[in-house]
């Protein structure tokens, strides 16, 4: 599914973000950035070991050691990816409490990664679904928040094109559902 916001392009696909043809691919990172499982294993692995010296050099210089914030987002480049670089986001792991903080977190990983790509100068960008993994965020709410802060950067930002890259065709089917909610819901005020 695609649709035109403004004279950028929004695409819903399922498939393995590490082989997405764009500029910048956003890893769901746990704090440390050293790799992990799910997504954020498998953009290591294909990215090869400098992404992990990358990470390793952003902890210790730009981090002082710490670990990435929830919701804040760095960028490294791709390295053995098809994608030039990669912007890492952490994620809210979902429990159940603090609903509100935890939608707020959600929304900064990807206002925070798409203030970084625009600032890199990237006009492609591909996301997985931050957080429904092993953080358990329920899908349903994650892509109403995800697909929200990407169409209002897209009515506001001369970007280019954001594609959602998921996981499985029953993910695909949640975000085409949201999706088509809210281009309805913005039928009323047109302004895609």
């Not at 970007?159 to 085409?176: A, H």
Request: glycine share 8%.
């Amino acid at each position: 599914m695609e649709v035109a916001i403004r004279k950028n392009r929004l695409q819903l696909t399922v498939g393995d973000i590490t082989k997405q043809k764009v500029n910048c691919i956003v890893n769901a990172a746990n704090g440390t950035l050293y790799g992990g499982g799910g997504v954020d294993g498998a953009i290591h692995l294909a990215a090869g070991p400098k992404l992990l010296e990358a990470c390793k050099l952003i902890r210790k210089e730009q981090l002082k050691g710490e670990l990435l914030p929830t919701g804040e987002a760095v960028i490294t480049e791709g390295y053995d990816l098809p994608a030039k670089f990669v912007i890492h986001t952490v994620g809210p792991i979902w429990d159940g409490k603090e609903v509100e903080r935890k939608k707020q977190l959600l929304a900064n990983c990807y206002r925070n990664s798409l203030a970084l790509a625009k600032e890199n100068e990237i006009r492609s960008i591909a996301f997985p679904s931050i957080s429904t993994g092993a953080y358990r965020f329920p899908i349903e709410m994650a892509a109403e928040i995800a697909l929200n802060e990407i169409i209002q950067f897209l009515k506001r930002e001369p970007f280019g094109n954001v594609s959602m890259t998921l996981f499985s065709e029953r993910d695909y089917e949640v975000y085409k559902q949201t999706l088509d909610k809210l281009i309805e819901k913005d039928r009323e005020a047109p302004s895609f």
